[in-house]
């Protein structure tokens, strides 16, 4: 069993970067895929970017490309999101996610077996 914890949100101005961290327990991290979902006010869990196990693979939803980069530190149990050219409507609660999935279901969040409890990322106009 894994448990995750987020770190590093917080506010920013439009434009600025953040940088997202989770860590997570147990020995198996390098066995998950990892992925990254933002939640916003109202609106349905989405899809933000996913990493591969061994970190050689990265997938990107269409609104973030090229504005944020993931990756991961097996050594260290820590995936990271390098948030980039932040916008308002990147405003969300950010959740970081553990799965032994078929990476053609990475964006689908029933597919995750672990959740981090989220960490808020406010970008001001």
């Known amino acids: 069993q894994a448990q995750l914890v987020e770190s590093g949100g917080g506010l920013v101005q439009g434009g600025g970067s953040l940088r997202l961290s989770c860590a997570a327990s147990?020995?198996?991290?390098?066995?998950?895929?990892m992925g990254w979902f933002r939640q916003a006010p109202g609106k349905e869990r989405e899809f933000v970017a996913a990493i591969s196990r061994s970190g050689g693979m990265t997938y990107y939803a269409d609104s973030v490309k090229g504005r944020f980069t993931i990756s991961r530190d097996n050594a260290k149990n820590t995936v990271y999101l390098q948030m980039n050219s932040l916008k308002p409507e990147d405003t969300a609660v950010y959740y970081c996610?553990?799965?032994?999935?078929?990476?053609?279901?990475?964006?689908?969040?029933?597919?995750?077996?672990?959740w981090g409890q989220g960490t808020q990322v406010t970008v001001s106009s």
């Open positions: 996610a553990a799965g032994a999935m078929a990476w053609d279901n990475l964006r689908t969040p029933t597919e995750y077996d672990y």
């Open positions: 147990g020995r198996t991290f390098s066995s998950y895929a």
